[in-house]
């Protein structure tokens, strides 16, 4: 009996397990916590296909990779298509075929197989096109990381993935030549890479000149230290190298709240830290190694003018140190300066967000994101739920000079830009500058959609140019998930009602209804409307909803009650009431929930003067709009 209880509750424990890692590779990485991060790891360590793989590089898989799970006979990609992403094989066995002439009718036969504990895919660290086909043998569950995510993973392990790549057991000859060439690349890709203004980098400068506000404020700071806290600033030692004139980010924060706070600028480290990074971001300040942005932890920064003079000629303390007028400047000058940077620290605070790899952005970091997206004009047309996607993905991307290109017309569409700050040029051969587009206007997204090469060249009208950027293969992700979530009602091959399906982690307390509206005709939007909401069908459901939760709150009912009148006149509203409902005139009392009982009613006063009397529209409105004042201004 003990035995059989004992069994029964490791069967249990395993079902739970199992449940656990389900419900945590199933979600998006932007979406995982640090529960489903942990919850992943466990699961992978103890899978034989990655036993060499070492702890450190599991945290990064489980943060960054998703679960494919293969029938058999599937073709996971052909020879010549770009790559997209890089594959661990968990179970199962694929079949590589090589064409020598590049066409499908010449593939050959099975050149090899390979299973379980395998690598391949990363011919995309160069965009060269696959070099074979590759075809599931049997039903195959696979780790997929994406090219960008990958990219990072391979220069941040560079290491871990050349002895991990080199050892895969699975490797088509093609792909262990690729694979050595990639290795015999080592010393090249050890040399500092130049950094790049669309890299998601935020320890990198946006801008090459900082601006004269931010030159003075990092002067006046760099004098109020050394004036009056000194032994802020050393020579400090990190990895066998020292370097001069440091001061530590925890201290830099604990200095910035002294002498901020009594004025009441300064009322956070988080505020102090965005203050710090503004700093960062236009050069004045910097990491020793530009590895990290502003971190509020023992991590050494110096002043950018201490840092070009550790590489001049001279070792003249003396020359950097201020000046009496300096001084005085500084004191007189302090509040305005903490003041100027306490407004710019939120700016700054987003723009490192937005700048991180999407597999390191938190659950805080995306819902700041989604906020900042929902007052985005370029975006007000799509859902929620697409913003809430794109929080995971869209990137900051700064061009200091004026003139720089964007991108050629005939160019590959590789992204859908915004504009938070300055202007373009649209240039098109034969005419010249056809538009400008200003802040608030997106430009590239139709290169996308129909999958085209650039219409027009884009050139910066203006120094200091910063956008929102949203990569193709990103942008088509997001685009194939809202497609296979939406449900398109016809008629005469129009669309007349487009529902999204609400997710099972939806918050919304309606959980029982299971779309949400996205468009469509006034009239499909009511009868949706009526027959989910207001004919009883879901009433049982949103009282239980409304105990367990204490909220009552419908969206769309909401905002049909409040807008119609903006797309539905008040004589359609009531000639389709009367259509749907024409014996049933009081139907409206029917209560939902207090807050919209005020709505109904007053609906219920017209629709039922409208039945009654037969009144029109005109008359109606004079008549009606004292009753209509006087419930407005019950309890």
Known sequence: MYLREKVHLVDSTEIMTQELWNASIDKRPSDRTMTDIAVIVSHLRHLAALTGVPPQLLHQLAACAYLEQLDSGVTLYRQGDKGTSWYAVLLGTLDVHVSKTGIVEDMSAVSRSFGMGSFFGESILDDSPRENTIVTREPCQLLRVEQRDFRVLFQKNKEMMEDLLGHSKLKSTLESQ?????????????????????????????TTVP?????????????????????????????????????????????????????????????????WQSLLEESVIQHVTQEYPFRDKYIFYRFTIDAES????????????PSPDDEREADTKCSEILGNLAQRAPD???????????????????????????????????????????????????????????????????????????????????????????????????????????????????????????????????????EANTVRLKEHGQDVLVLEKISASNTNPFSHFKYSVMAGSPGKMLEHLLETRLDGRDKSSYESDKKTTGVGEDLFLDNFLFTHITFMPIHQLLSELTRQYPHHTHFFFIKISTKFSKILLIVTVLVWAFVSENINEEVLEVRERKRIENILKSP
């Open 178 to 206: 690729r694979t050595r060439n990639h290795l015999n690349l080592k010393s090249i890709q050890d040399k500092p890479k130049k950094p790049l203004p669309d890299e998601p980098n935020p320890s990198l400068p946006i």
């Open 310 to 321: 550790e590489h001049s000629s001279s070792r003249n303390w003396s020359r950097g140190l």
């Open 348 to 482: 700054a605070i987003m723009r490192l967000i937005l700048r991180k790899p999407s597999y390191e952005r938190t659950t805080d970091d995306l819902e700041m994101i989604y906020e900042e997206l929902l007052h985005i004009k370029a975006l007000a047309h799509l859902s929620n739920s697409v913003k809430r996607e794109l929080a995971g993905v869209i990137v900051f991307e700064a061009h200091p000079a004026s003139g720089t290109v964007l991108f050629h017309q005939g160019d590959e569409g590789k992204s859908w830009f915004i504009i938070l700050k300055g202007s373009v040029n649209v240039v098109i051969r034969g005419k010249g500058t056809v538009t400008s587009l200003y802040e608030g206007d997106d430009f590239g997204k139709l290169a996308l959609v129909n999958d085209a090469p650039r219409a027009a060249t884009i050139v910066l009208r203006e120094d200091n140019c910063h956008f929102l950027r949203v990569d193709k293969e990103d942008f088509n992700r997001i685009l194939r998930d809202v």
């Open 211 to 275: 601006s004269p506000e931010m030159s003075r404020a990092g002067r006046i700071l760099r004098t109020l230290i050394l004036t009056r806290s000194p032994g802020l600033v050393r020579d400090r030692r990190q990895q066998s190298r020292t370097y001069r004139r440091c001061l530590v980010g925890a201290e830099m924060v604990d200095w910035l709240l002294a002498i901020g706070s009594a004025s009441g600028i300064v009322k956070s480290r988080h505020q102090a830290t965005g203050m």
